[in-house]
T-cell receptor, first 110, second 115 residues
Framework: GQNIDQPTEMTATEGAIVQINCTYQ??????LFWYQQHAGEAPTFLSY??LDGLEEKGRFSSFLSRSKGYSYLLLKELQMKDSASYLC???????????WGAGTKLIIKP | GAVVSQHPSWVICKSGTSVKIECRSL??????MFWYRQFPKQSLMLMAT?????????EQGVEKDKFLINHASLTLSTLTVTSAHPEDSSFYIC???????????FGPGTRLLVL
């Protein structure tokens, strides 16, 4: 089967660090995407991990462990504009077809 | 780079009418485009996968005769919601896949309200 598990909601403080975890099970897997989606808007691409390990891109980093079916998105120096939903999307049976969960709603407080 | 546009951004129509939504990749060629629907506070739901020059592949439960998809060029795909009903009111989002790449880039979405 195909399954994605992420926390429904998280709260963090402006300037802090937050880690959003994602575990997944897919029938086929090539890589995992993270997207950011602000309320009422379409998703925007954040990262794509194919190999195990940590990939850093500015304030955002993404980690993947293929053997554990686990990924996390790390957000540093949180800003109010980071309040959004974060979608963990592993690939499914094909390289480009993604499995979508409900995402994690991140609330940033001053 | 990798900009995708959608038109219109929102549309209100009467029940029974048809609505066409356009999705364009502005600075790249997209051999594959995807059409999603998202209801409030729910996850993205893939409706269909569209490949340039061929028939779209619809997901289970999506009526191909109701949601007509045309991918006539490498930069344009259209979704037509035929005989729209209030339950079709939703946020419709397209994404485009640059040739040879794995990352989908999303359009800004089209909010449809059927009265």
């Amino acid at each position: 089967g195909q399954n994605i598990d992420q926390p429904t909601e998280m709260t963090a403080t402006e300037g802090a660090i937050v880690q959003i975890n994602c575990t997944y099970q897919t029938s086929g897997f090539n890589g995992l995407f993270w997207y950011q989606q602000h309320a009422g808007e379409a998703p925007t691409f954040l990262s794509y991990n194919v190999l195990d390990g940590l990939e850093e891109k500015g304030r955002f980093s993404s980690f993947l462990s293929r053997s554990k079916g686990y990924s996390y998105l790390l957000l540093k120096e949180l800003q109010m504009k980071d309040s959004a939903s974060y979608l963990c999307a592993p690939t499914g049976d094909s390289n480009y077809q993604l499995i979508w969960g409900a995402g994690t709603k991140l609330i940033i407080k001053p | 780079g990798a900009v995708v546009s959608q038109h219109p951004s929102w549309v209100i129509c009467k029940s029974g009418t048809s609505v066409k939504i356009e999705c364009r990749s502005l600075d790249f060629q997209a051999t594959t485009m995807f059409w999603y629907r998202q209801f409030p506070k729910q996850s993205l739901m893939l409706m269909a996968t569209s490949n340039e020059g061929s028939k779209a592949t619809y997901e289970q439960g999506v009526e191909k005769d109701k949601f007509l998809i045309n991918h006539a060029s490498l930069t344009l795909s259209t979704l037509t919601v035929t005989s729209a009903h209030p339950e079709d009111s939703s946020f419709y989002i397209c994404s485009a896949l640059p040739g040879g790449k794995e990352t989908q880039y999303f359009g800004p979405g089209t909010r449809l309200l059927v009265l």
